[in-house]
């Protein structure tokens, strides 16, 4: 409770169900499930069935479904149970969880820092211990960038492979939901619970389910890893760089030989991400009207003037920005050069990683260009906001898996994380490349719980 | 056929227009449930009990394709001799409206399902052959409800989601009745399919009507204007004149035509100005990223073709060939499927051609009379063969026919049984009419002496007192041969 009023992490707590789930198990415990007994709170972009489902905003303030989320109903099928509902940006719109609704979350690392975004109540949750594991979604970084402001393992699986029904839809194209765990193994167990096909989501991708966490092996021996030229941008802190040097040794230490390669569409790739994911954010946000459900203005004299009132009361400022940027790209005379465009792009950069991976198994970057930053020190640059997610788009342009690590820190002692992007459902090698790093890094995340 | 020529102009002062007609057809697909979820599309339910969270857009709720629409929408463009595109894509179009509850319909914007194709219509002028733009799939929007409440507008999303063929024609139709035609031929087809019902009054068939008039003679297009949602022909023809002489008159004034979407005012009969195009909606069309580009294989289509029926146009050339009928008749009696299905029962059974004579006649008069479709007509196909029969024998006249066919209509029973229970037999014994004639010849002896000095008129005359004596069962084509022969002698 003192957590929550210092770091704000959760919208709605279901503690008291919770209790009464944690008691039922161990009246009966069953072990030979993935996650026996084990509580968990998810990112409020999550359909909870008879909770209170908010996406971070204050048009969906006072809903609640009627049905569960695919992703969370596999949680629960697996022994699992929830704890609450996770504080995030709003509409999974932001880097750094202060475009909520329901107000800033603070880093556990260190007061006034943000804990990235958009799912930045399920790192802050995570590392401080508040939920043993959690899920979040991840459309151009929102689970590995909160990953590393945080010291946490962050995976966003390859499109298709986790089903987005009953997910808060933010870009249809580019949403996946993932898990944030505290190491590897964690985040095997909970990719293998939370995955498979879901005919009710038309992009899930019809599969045999691959077990994870048993198939996990720290032996990565020649394995070729792929590192790209155009990972460093300017201005980057030359922390990064010594990070990703660091990195690179570890690996070479395991007996992995490292390919310099290139991807030379990787800068097109923000540009791109901020055509595509608010292009279709404008339309899948049009369903938040105040006709059926959510929040409705009581002001104005007809329809079109309730649905104005109700959606500028209802929307924040960064969703209204991302609205109207869509709608401009999507509209007739501009649909050719922006959002066409920007479709073609996105066919290159994922060439660009088709062509590369016949030469390599994964691919290492940097996952973000900073450490955490200071709540408000963006907020008024949206440009440098967006910034923040430059290394994280082009998996998600490109459909690709790829793996947040805590890979060390930078000298203010903030920790920073290493990217594993792999080949389209290679989820389980750069798991192992994860497991066998994490073993060899002696990353320590140090967290004073200064709000007890 | 008819030799009569195309006559639809509309005459201004400063010379003849002639009319451009393009129809955008919205048919109800036949199927169980909605395009994109797994609900009823039944016709008729208490408004908003067959709405699923998909239907009414709630929050991560995803679209999946109903496969047994795309076989409908496939069934059609083959049945409209078109081109099935192996690959299409679903868009959104983007607007907000109360009675749509995603923001966005879901349509095919660039890629449609078919492609080009071809219908034909039998115009009193000769055939004529209608070109097919497109058939796209989308799906339909709720109701809104306005006059249930005077401050509050009401929505029904029962039919939200449903999905609709875009059948999209080109301006190929010049009249009114062509357009009543096209309509016509396009539900007969679907209808035959069964891939929709073409039910208007239940809104299962509606059209938007693009019309533009140009001087006969010109060979470019005038300004079009599309007049919306319009959801009978009787409303579409209406519609087309009213537009079509307000573009003549705004022509003749040296005005421009505005190219515009118009309302059709059925109660005062005349369209008006709904929107400019500058007014005119963006939405956005952009690929649905919910759902993948529909992929059809080779093989379904041409599984789907084996299986089609005999199609109106093949069914006509059929009856006229095997069954000896009129392009007109055959025209007729393949209009609906039930139609023809009765006709073919009773042809097998009787007499072909006389059959069709009748069932075209007195049957259809009758149905008409009562408001009945033909398969709940009082006779049955086996029945109506009995009667063709004993016409066709000579065992009855037409008159009597009529009246075993009114007792028939109101009994239900075989004519057989009506004629000899009621003794109405056809006299058609020659010694017996010989007799009956002589008869009467011998009564009439002054009028048989006025005929003989030339009075021909009388013949009549005495046909009447045959058929009197007889009680109208006397054989007409016997009485007049054996009352020639005997007013001879």
């Known amino acids: ?452 | 056929m008819s030799t009569e020529k195309f006559n639809y102009f509309i005459n201004g002062e400063k010379g003849k227009y002639e009319v451009i007609i393009g129809l955008e057809v919205h048919a109800q697909v036949l199927s169980s449930s909605k395009l994109f979820s797994g609900s009823s599309t039944k016709f008729g339910a208490k408004p908003n009990n067959q709405v699923s969270l998909i239907d009414s857009a709630f929050p991560g709720m995803l679209p999946v394709i109903n496969e047994e629409c795309v076989k409908q929408a496939v069934r059609t463009g083959l049945g409209l001799n078109a081109k099935i595109n192996n690959f299409s894509v679903f868009d959104r179009k983007n607007y907000f409206y109360a009675d749509l509850p995603q923001g966005y319909q879901i349509s095919q914007y660039k890629n449609p399902i078919v492609g080009e194709g071809k219908v034909f219509l039998d115009m009193p002028y000769g055939s004529k052959e209608i070109g097919i733009e497109r058939l796209h799939l989308e799906q339909d929007a709720g109701k809104s409800i306005h006059d249930m409440d005077p401050s509050n507008t009401y929505v029904d999303l029962n039919r939200s989601g449903i999905a609709l063929m875009e059948i999209v024609s080109k301006p190929d139709l010049r009249s009114p009745d062509e357009v009543n035609a096209y309509i016509k031929k396009l539900r007969t087809i679907m209808r035959y399919l069964g891939t929709c019902d073409g039910n208007m009054q239940e809104g299962s068939l509606r059209a938007d009507v693009n019309v533009s008039v140009r001087k006969l003679g010109d060979k470019k297009f005038g300004t079009r204007c599309e007049i919306k949602n319009v959801n009978s022909i009787k409303f579409m023809q209406m519609a087309i004149e009213y537009e079509a002489s307000r573009q003549v008159e705004v022509l003749e004034e040296g005005k421009r035509i505005d190219q515009e979407t118009r309302l059709f005012d059925t109660k005062k009969n005349e369209t008006r100005s709904m929107r400019s195009k500058e007014d005119a909606h963006d939405y956005r069309y952009f690929p649905d990223p919910d759902l993948l580009p529909l992929k059809i294989e080779q093989k379904l289509v041409d599984d789907l073709k084996k299986s089609l029926p005999e199609l109106p146009d093949n069914k006509k050339e059929r009856f006229i060939k095997d069954y000896g009928l009129t392009s007109y008749e055959a025209n007729v009696l393949v209009s609906e499927k039930e139609i023809s299905d009765y006709y073919e029962e009773v042809a097998k059974l009787s007499d072909k051609k006389l059959a069709a004579t009748w069932m075209m006649g007195d049957l259809f008069a009758m149905l008409n009379d009562k408001g009945f479709n033909i398969t709940k007509s009082p006779i049955s196909a086996k029945h109506f063969a009995e009667l063709v029969k004993s016409i066709k024998s000579g065992e009855i006249s037409g008159r009597i026919a009529k009246e075993v066919f009114e007792i028939m209509v109101e009994s239900g029973d075989n004519p057989k049984k009506i004629i000899e229970s009621k003794g109405m037999k056809q006299q058609s014994d020659p010694k017996e009419l010989e007799k009956m004639i002589n008869e009467i010849l011998t009564k009439n002896k002054d009028k048989v002496d006025q005929y003989k000095a030339g009075k021909e008129k009388l013949f009549g005359f005495f046909v009447g007192q045959v058929m009197k004596l007889s009680g109208g069962k006397a054989n007409p084509q016997l009485t007049n041969e054996i009352l020639k022969k005997l007013l001879k002698g």
């Open chain 1, 1 to 452: 409770m003192k957590a929550q009023k210092k770091l704000n992490t959760f919208v709605t707590t279901t503690f008291e169900q919770a209790l009464k789930k944690a008691k039922q198990f161990d009246s009966k415990p069953n072990f030979n499930q993935l996650l026996p007994g084990i509580p968990l709170a998810v990112k409020d972009l999550f359909c909870t069935d008879g909770i209170k489902t908010t996406a971070g905003s204050n048009i969906l303030n006072n809903f609640v479904p009627s049905y569960e989320s695919t992703v969370t109903k596999n949680l629960w099928n697996n022994g699992a149970f929830l704890l609450g509902k996770l504080n995030c940006d709003e509409f999974a719109m932001g880097s750094s969880n202060e475009t909520s609704y329901y107000g800033n979350v603070i880093n556990p690392i260190g007061d006034k820092l943000v804990p990235g975004g958009s799912s930045g109540g399920s790192s802050s949750a995570l590392a401080a211990d508040l939920t043993p594991a959690t899920i979040g979604t991840d459309t151009g970084g929102s689970i590995r960038q909160p990953a590393s402001f945080t010291g946490t393992v962050g995976l966003k699986p390859t499109y298709g492979l986790c089903s987005r029904w009953g997910i808060v839809a933010f870009a249809s194209s580019l949403d996946q939901a993932g898990p944030m765990t505290k190491n590897i193994t964690d985040c095997a167990i909970m990719l293998e619970a939370m995955s498979g096909f879901d005919e009710k989501d038309s992009t899930s991708i019809n599969r045999k389910k691959e077990l994870y966490s048993r198939n996990l092996n720290d032996n990565i021996k020649g394995l070729k890893i792929g590192i790209p030229k155009e990972y460093r941008v300017d201005k980057m802190p030359k922390e990064i760089d010594e990070l990703w040097e660091k990195g690179k040794k570890i690996l070479k230490n395991l007996g992995v030989q490292l390919i310099d390669i290139s991807l030379p569409h990787t800068k097109y790739a923000l540009p791109t991400y901020y055509i595509v994911a608010p292009a279709e954010a404008s339309s899948n946000l049009a369903r938040y009207d105040g006709v059926r459900y959510g929040y409705r203005s009581q002001k104005g004299k007809d329809l079109i003037e309730m649905y104005e009132n109700t959606r500028s009361e209802g929307f924040g400022d960064e969703v209204k920005r991302r609205i109207l940027i869509g709608t401009y790209v999507l509209s007739s005379g501009y649909y050719d050069a922006y959002y066409l465009k920007a479709q073609k792009v996105r066919q290159l950069i994922k060439k660009d990683f088709d062509e590369n991976f016949s030469k390599v198994d994964a691919i290492l970057t940097p996952s973000t260009p900073s450490s955490a930053f200071k709540i408000g020190e963006k907020t008024n640059d949206p440009v440098s906001m967006y910034l923040n997610d430059i290394f994280t788009v082009p998996a998600n342009l490109a459909g690709l898996p790829a793996l947040s690590l805590p890979a060390g820190s930078d000298k203010k002692g903030y920790p920073l994380g290493l990217q594993l992007i792999g080949k389209s459902l290679d989820e389980q090698k750069i798991l192992n490349i994860g497991y066998a790093f994490e073993k060899n890094c002696g990353f320590k995340n140090e967290i004073k719980k200064w709000w007890l």
